[in-house]
């Protein structure tokens, strides 16, 4: 399903909601924030752990994401902000390999405080209720358990190991990678072994 297909008024030609969690505002990035993602996914730690980042991470690159993302048929991707508006990451959803894939990134000083766990939630959420999606794919490198966590959190199972080409690297590298379908979702939803988006 593309953004043009959805339902008027769930989202808008180009445009994607507001998502609102218990601590977290995941919006669509603007352009005024390029200097301020700039900042954040500046730091090898991330972009060694993320496919597209590249180290180092410049304002031109961030502008080039925000331009890019959020268009008809495109990757759907939200700035990652605490209740009074900083931005602490990014995550969303693009095809890769035909699926759906999720992914994120927070800054190094936001991580281990359950930020991740909680905007992926609401990710998972609007991509079954939103976008109709009803498989999600995720992957996380091998040397990245933190990452794995937020995964098996949000209730992702576990499928295989596989190669990824890290662009920070210039190589590849190992990736666990991760399976969730609608129906487990909405299980754990309904058994309330996640919590519900605001």
């Not at 959805?6 to 969690?21: D, K, M, Q, Y």
């Not at 991707?77 to 602490?88: H, K, S």
């Not at 939630?121 to 040397?143: K, N, P, S, W, Y």
């Not at 080409?165 to 754990?188: V, Y």
Request: proline share 4%; net charge positive; glycine share 10%.
């Amino acid at each position: 399903m593309t953004l043009l297909e959805i339902e008027t008024g769930t989202l808008r030609e180009g445009s994607i909601p507001v998502l609102e969690t218990e601590r977290l505002i995941l919006r669509a990035p603007r352009l005024g924030d390029a200097k301020a993602l700039a900042a954040l996914a500046n730091d090898k730690r991330i972009a060694e752990n993320t496919r597209r980042i590249p180290f180092p991470y410049k304002r031109s690159d961030a502008d080039d994401f925000i331009t890019a993302v959020n268009v008809p048929g495109g990757e759907v991707a939200f700035l990652i902000t605490l209740r009074d508006g900083a931005a602490i990451g990014a995550c969303g959803i693009a095809m890769q390999d035909g699926a759906p894939d999720v992914g994120y990134w927070l800054g190094v000083k936001y991580w281990n405080k359950g930020y991740g766990t909680e905007a992926v939630r609401a990710v998972i959420d609007f991509a079954f209720t939103e976008l109709g999606h009803e498989t999600l794919h995720a992957g996380a490198r091998v040397t990245n358990p933190a990452s794995r966590r937020i995964l098996e959190k949000c209730g992702f199972q576990w499928m295989a190991v596989g190669l990824c080409r890290i662009r920070a690297l210039n190589s590849s590298a190992p990736i666990d990678r991760f399976r969730l379908d609608r129906g487990l979702w909405q299980s754990l939803k309904s058994w309330g072994a996640v919590t519900r988006v605001a």
